[in-house]
């Protein structure tokens, strides 16, 4: 990833009353190995007379196969009213723009299929898909009918990378979703151990699936922990302010994963340039957030002053 290209993002928000072109990020460095140099996706999507129609029943015929995709969902013992409503789901996940996007990410072989839904969130839900080589992505898509991102802007202003923000509910969820893949793009190129990033199409984020089977890793809150994991998650901490010159800003006990091969940091949206004047308050905060979380486990662990310190220095 040019660092140049991501340190000097200078975004330009269309208005939410206009229709913008599908524009694709992509990690160059990714490029080669998913071959997506030959996937066009920057054509406009047009709503005149001729197209309506046909682009409504797609939308019909897309939502319904997801519905029975959804109605099939099987996680463990937890049912599908477990994991959220599925009709609430619909409703605010398969607008006409957002399934106009996804059909074209199948069409052009991005996505093989898409399986079913792993997670819900306030501004987000996650899907498994596989793409045409068999490999488990990470379908993560924004709704764009949330008041939540407004919440969001204090990650923004005052980021460098972010110099023109447009207000409007679906401008600002379309920024936050290339402003997630951005900062995975450049965590994960520095070698921070996070989900490998694919690609960003509006709102919907594309990356390689952590966990087996359709099934995520568990987190660390749902896991046991010991100083080694904890040891870990500081070198992340670090790492991210040091190499990839972010700092999360949102990290908890719920946003990382346990694997096999140690913590995997998800959840980049709200991540920051260390320019940002709030840096120190956030890397404060997640540091805060780490040591709580292995103090209330039993562990004794540095103090928080001192691991700051050692970070920054």
């Not at 723009?97 to 306030?122: C, E």
């Not at 600002?172 to 979703?177: F, N, R, T």
């Not at 949102?250 to 991540?271: C, H, M, Q, R």
């Amino acid at each position: 990833m040019n660092k140049e290209s991501i340190d000097d993002l200078d975004d330009q928000i269309v208005d939410d009353d206009v229709d913008p072109e599908i524009v694709e990020e992509t990690n160059p460095e990714l490029e080669d190995e998913n071959n997506l140099d030959s996937i066009e996706i920057t054509d406009e999507i047009e709503e005149d007379s001729s197209t309506e129609e046909s682009d409504l029943g797609l939308q019909d015929k897309l939502a319904r196969k997801m519905n029975l995709k959804l109605a099939g969902i099987q996680r463990g013992k937890r049912s599908e009213k477990d994991i959220f409503d599925k009709d609430k789901v619909l409703e605010a996940v398969f607008d006409k723009s957002t399934v106009m996007t996804l059909s074209r990410l199948i069409n052009n072989g991005i996505i093989s299929y898409v399986n079913g839904a792993v997670g819900a969130g306030k501004e987000s839900q996650l899907y498994w898909a596989v793409d045409p080589s068999g490999i488990d992505l990470a379908v993560k898509i924004y709704l764009v009918t949330t008041s939540n991102f407004k919440k969001r802007y204090p990650y923004l202003v005052g980021d460098p990378r972010f110099t023109r923000i447009k207000s409007g509910t679906r401008s600002l969820v379309e920024l936050w979703a290339k402003k997630e893949f951005r900062n995975l793009s450049k965590s994960f190129n520095c070698g921070i151990p996070c989900p490998e990033p694919i690609t960003v199409v509006k709102n919907i984020l594309i990356m390689k699936f952590v966990g087996k089977g359709g099934v995520p890793y568990p987190t660390l809150v749902e896991s046991e922990v010991d100083y080694s994991d904890y040891e870990k998650t500081i070198t992340i901490i670090s790492d991210l302010y040091q190499k990839a010159e972010l700092v999360h800003a949102d990290l908890s006990e719920y946003n990382i994963f346990k694997t096999d091969e140690g913590p995997i940091v998800f959840d980049f949206g709200s991540a920051v340039d260390i320019r940002h004047p709030k840096t120190k308050e956030f890397l404060e905060r997640d540091i805060s957030n780490i040591t709580r979380f292995f103090v209330k486990r039993g562990l004794t662990v540095d103090n928080p002053i001192d691991v700051f310190k050692r970070v920054v220095q």
